[in-house]
């Protein structure tokens, strides 16, 4: 079974800092692309930013110069660190990995969420 927790939301004043991490752990053969999404109430889930299995990152425009993904492939973890936030950070980020499983075989796995609220 393989399963996906995030970590290390929370609340935080306008202009603050976050870190997000994400540890895939179960058996898995190998991962591939990583990458965080996330939904405000009443909106669709959006892309955040991805990070290839060599590197290679993209981020929406709405984070670039402010948000940095990154992993750790030997640990399984995905991490955002969120700088400059804003009220319209405010959201649920969801950690999502394409990955090779034992038993489900390759496929997209989601994460439970964790609550990013950027309030005075």
């Known amino acids: 079974q393989v399963q996906l927790v995030e970590s290390g939301g929370g609340l935080v004043q306008p202009g603050g800092s976050l870190r997000l991490s994400c540890a895939a752990s179960?058996?898995?053969?190998?991962?591939?692309?990583m990458g965080w999404y996330r939904q405000a109430p009443g909106k669709q889930r959006e892309l955040v930013a991805v990070i290839t299995s060599g590197g290679i990152t993209n981020y929406a425009d709405s984070v670039k110069g402010r948000f940095t993904i990154s992993r750790d492939n030997a640990k399984k973890m995905v991490y955002l660190q969120m700088n400059s936030l804003a009220p319209e950070d405010t959201a649920v980020y969801y950690c999502n990995v394409d990955l090779l499983a034992a038993i489900r075989g390759r496929g997209d796995y989601w994460g439970q969420g964790t609550q990013v609220t950027v309030s005075s």
């Open positions: 179960g058996r898995i053969y190998n991962i591939y692309g």
